[in-house]
């Protein structure tokens, strides 16, 4: 499970839930205050954008990062004049307004109905390095006893970043969101919040602990990690992307296939029909979709659809 995280960070937009979710004992105002202060300077850099075309449609493709810190200047040049030229956004998912919502069907699914506590599923190896990471973040250790692994596993993917000064408010979809709204561009998602959230729910209990335990274990290689991953992102180089997110893809080939591979068809599919419709749109998803072997292009050139890098 080794690459877990690098495919969960640039192939899901629900990580910025777990700042969002109902984290007992966890302040997440606070920890944004006592995160890495804001750059003093802007640095320019250039993420890949594509574009499928027809007499009378072009679907512009650009890969995200769900959550960024700030400083970094993307939204200009090529993409902006993308984003300008079309007429709506397409999202991973649009999350809802209101943050009880998201709670709400968030912990429909990540509450565990069995009564079983999670410390309880954790052998004792695990349990104390599960127990030490929660400390180290500043919240109790029976804090996700109530809550499914997967759960825990994401919502300490997320917390150690938002010390390093990663902010889901400077994620390219937030940044795209609210420029669609200010320019009255309709929004949609490929996916809703409750599918999303399904993929992860719908694991083996074996795979989320696994997952869990690898969380823990890694826990400061998290920020360098998508340090790396967002460097690649922003030279516009998703062939390296690529190679860094699938390090050990063969052995998590299920994790694979339910996060990237089967998204990614039927997503392929979704714009293979809005190409019958004449207009321009703007669709942006994790850049893990966008990368190597497998990826949105790729399914778009079996449906014979030819795909041009034009940033």
């Keep these: 499970m080794t690459s877990f995280f690098r495919k969960l960070a640039l192939s899901c937009a629900i990580i910025p839930l777990a700042q969002c979710a109902v984290v007992p004992g966890y302040n997440s105002a606070a920890a944004q205050e006592a995160a890495a202060p804001a750059a003093a300077t802007t640095t320019a850099i250039k993420p890949a954008l ?6 009378d449609t072009t679907v512009y493709l650009f890969g995200t990062v769900h959550v960024l810190k700030p400083g970094l200047s993307w939204f200009d040049g090529a993409v902006k004049d993308a984003f300008d030229k079309s007429d709506e956004l397409k999202l991973e998912l649009v999350l809802p307004e209101d943050q009880n919502e998201v709670a709400k069907e968030t912990m429909a699914l990540a509450l565990d109905q069995s009564g079983t506590a999670l410390s309880s599923r954790l052998d004792p190896t695990a349990l104390a390095a599960y127990q030490a990471a929660m400390t180290s973040l500043g919240l109790p250790p029976a804090s996700f006893d109530g809550f499914k692994p997967w759960f825990a596993g994401i919502t300490l993917s997320v917390l150690p970043l938002t010390k390093m000064g990663y902010n889901p408010e400077e ?3 937030k940044q795209l969101s609210n420029a669609a ?3 009255t561009k309709p929004i949609s998602g490929f996916e809703t919040l409750s599918e999303q959230l399904g993929f992860f729910d719908a694991l083996p209990m074996s795979s989320q602990i696994a997952f869990l335990n690898v969380m823990v274990k890694d826990l400061d290689k998290l920020g360098p990690q998508l340090d790396t991953m967002v460097g690649q992102w922003g030279a516009g180089d998703p062939a390296a992307l690529a ?16 996060l990237l591979w089967d998204r990614n068809a039927r997503w392929a599919e979704q714009i293979e029909a809005r190409m019958a419709q004449p207009g321009t749109v703007f669709v942006a998803v994790g850049a893990g979709h966008l990368a190597g072997a497998k990826s949105v292009q790729d399914y778009l050139a079996q449906r014979g659809l030819k795909v041009t890098r034009i940033q």
């Design 50 to 55: 594509w574009a499928v075309k027809d007499d």
């Design 171 to 173: 994620g390219a979809e």
């Design 181 to 183: 709204k200010a320019a």
């Design 243 to 258: 190679e860094t997110m699938n390090e050990g893809l063969a052995e998590t080939p299920d994790v694979a296939k339910t």
